[in-house]
């Protein structure tokens, strides 16, 4: 794949599937999405990072054609969602934020039901659901009803039924939201090698640790708009310290060592409710430093900076709180 | 690069696209379908029986003048037949069209493939039309079997009562997209479905009804199906009252269709 640096060729480069400028969505007074700008590329897993109420999910139904822009460009493989709807959503393939199976068919009509809306042949569907629930390893349910299947299983069922128009693109809104953590990672295994095999992932995340796993490049976004762009470690590193110190006080102590752990030589210090956060270079020497100060934390922890510690840094706020 | 990029799927018409959707509803049906048979099969009988043998024996005794002249069953089971198409169409276009889109979302997963909302609405039309010509074709092999039946032209009570069902069913599911609380339809049955199928003309001659009220019956759908239905199955239907009765049920359905297009639309692309 060609990807000449700087390129400008815009929309006419067919490598460049989603191309968005100063793309708006309102709703009567509210703005949910304001004037974000970005490209996407063929073979990319792209994330949109930031907490709930960002406007991740309004963009991700405009990309999915189901949601008309307010203002801006918006064009998926080189149409337009208003005009070319369903060419476009031919071509996509859509995991939305809630499941919208029909828990009263069986897994295997789920998929024969979506394959019919795609116009796809009978023959065609049976095989590939075949072999997409063996992929999403659900092969021995596929006569069962869908209602009593786990979250996961669900989940899993709704990435095998996108899948069944071997779509170009792959829309994931929160893919993993409300799963336990032994689901979340069979989820991003999949999806990892989906990647692998050269579909291109559009995923929507709260969780830095799953942008992380998944994202070759990713915005933040807070309030509708993108506050940052790039891949993990480039985010990491513009606006964040290789380490970070986390240090835990008595709560009776923990305002006054607030006040006091400002002499120590961090290039950032956060001082969230329950912890304080200093940003440095070195975690250790950082927490010598501390000591030096005559200040004795409950718990310390030295770890490497996140997507988290970035969100932190540009909104002033923890990707949790919303 | 792929040459992938470059080869659209070939559009699909709007017939097609709604065939898709319809057949989404077949696939359901397909494990329902028994419990519809008992109600579809049990209401005309027990309604022939109740009403036009038992309560029609009495009603015979006082004379059929008022009646024009017929048994109280074959003046009964037409209207019935078109009460019946409004019962199955309500039923179709409220509840299961509700939770589509409000607590099954299927309709939100459909619409995130090639077909658009309209495909929803029209597929889900026609398969309220495939249970409104079984119902129909059902009520009318009943009405025969009770001996209710007075002419040929009965058969045309079928497609009459789909297109009765259809006047109703358009609109009511247009206006079903724009609920947020399905508490709006137990209203619509209580206030709207019981009193049309009480005084539309099912069970007694609207001119038994007093003068200043009767222009209300004219202008309820569910009257001209009766009227029409009434008319056929007699074989006094002229070509002129036939006319006005298929025009004002079609221009319902009509306006519902346009409706509904519309609702749909706004419900599922916001």
Redesign the interface.
């Known amino acids: 794949m060609s990807q000449a640096p700087g390129s400008v060729t815009g929309v006419l480069d067919l490598d460049v599937l989603i191309h968005a400028k100063a793309l708006t969505k309102r709703f009567g007074e509210f703005t949910a999405v304001d004037g974000i700008s970005f490209e996407l590329r063929r073979g990319e897993a792209f994330g949109f990072l930031g907490p709930n109420g960002a406007g991740k999910s309004s963009t991700m139904r405009m990309i999915g054609c189901v949601s008309p822009r307010s203002g801006g460009e918006l064009s998926i493989l080189g149409m337009d969602p208003v005009q070319d709807g369903p060419a476009i959503r031919a071509r996509l393939g859509v995991v939305p934020q809630e499941d919208t199976l029909d828990v009263e068919l069986t897994v295997r009509e789920n998929l024969l039901i979506y394959g019919r809306y795609f116009g796809l042949p009978k023959s065609v569907i049976a095989e590939r659901t075949a072999r997409l629930l063996e992929f999403v390893q659900l092969a021995e349910r596929a006569g069962d009803q869908v209602e009593p299947l786990s979250g996961g299983m669900k989940r899993r069922l709704t990435i095998a039924r996108s899948l069944i128009n071997e779509p170009e693109v792959m829309l994931l809104d929160e893919p993993t939201t409300g799963l336990d953590p032994q689901a979340r990672h069979v989820v991003w295994d999949r999806l990892f090698r989906l990647k692998q095999q050269g579909v291109t992932l559009v995923l929507t995340t709260h969780y830095m640790d799953e942008a992380e796993q998944l994202c070759d490049r990713l915005v933040v976004m807070d309030g509708g708009k993108i506050v940052a762009e790039g891949s993990p470690r480039e985010l990491i590193e513009a606006y964040s310290t290789p380490e970070v110190l986390e240090l835990r006080f008595r709560l009776s102590e923990h305002d006054l060592a607030a006040e006091k752990v400002a002499d120590a030589p961090a290039e950032r210090i956060e001082v969230l409710a329950d912890r304080i956060l200093l940003y440095v270079g070195n975690g250790d020497a950082a927490l010598a430093a501390v000591r030096g100060l005559g200040l004795e934390p409950l718990t310390s922890l030295v770890r490497r900076s996140t997507l988290e510690d970035v969100f932190l840094r540009l909104t002033g706020r923890r990707l949790e709180d919303g | ?2 040459a ?3 080869a ?2 070939a ?2 018409g709007s017939l ?2 709604a065939v ?2 319809f ?2 509803w077949l ?2 049906y397909r ?1 329902t379908w028994r419990g519809t048979i008992y109600s579809s099969v049990l209401n005309p009988v027990l309604y022939l029986g109740a009403m036009g043998l038992g309560l029609g024996t009495l009603v015979d005794k006082h004379g059929m003048s008022r009646l024009g002249g017929v048994s109280y069953i074959a003046f009964l089971a037409p209207g019935l037949l078109a009460a019946a198409a409004m019962q199955t169409a309500m039923g179709e276009s409220t509840y299961p069209v509700f939770g589509s889109v409000k607590w ?3 309709y ?9 909302p309209a495909d929803l609405f029209h597929g889900h039309l026609l398969f309220t039309t495939m249970r409104l010509i079984m119902n129909m074709s059902v009520f009318l092999a009943t009405m025969a079997l009770f001996g209710a039946v007075r002419s040929w032209w009965a058969l045309a009570t079928v497609p009459v009562g789909v297109l009765t069902g259809l006047a109703f069913a358009a609109p009511i599911e247009a206006f079903a997209m724009t609920r947020e609380k399905e508490q709006s339809f137990s209203v619509l049955f209580r206030f709207g479905m019981i009193p049309l199928f009480l005084f539309s003309g099912t069970f007694f001659p609207v001119t038994q009804l007093p003068e200043w009220i009767r222009p209300v019956a004219y202008i309820t759908p569910l009257w001209h199906g009766v009227a029409l239905c009434r008319a056929l199955s007699l074989g006094t239907a002229g070509l002129a009252g036939s006319a006005v009765h298929v025009a004002y049920l079609a221009a319902l359905a009509l306006a519902g269709l346009i409706a509904g297009q519309r609702t749909y639309r706004r419900r ?3």
Do not use: D, E, I
Not at chain 2, 108 to 116: E, F, G, H, K, S
């Open positions: 690069m792929t992938g990029t470059l659209p799927a559009p699909r097609t696209m898709s959707a057949r989404f696939v359901n494990r099954l979302k299927t939100q997963a459909a619409v995130a493939t090639p077909l658009r599922l692309y916001v």
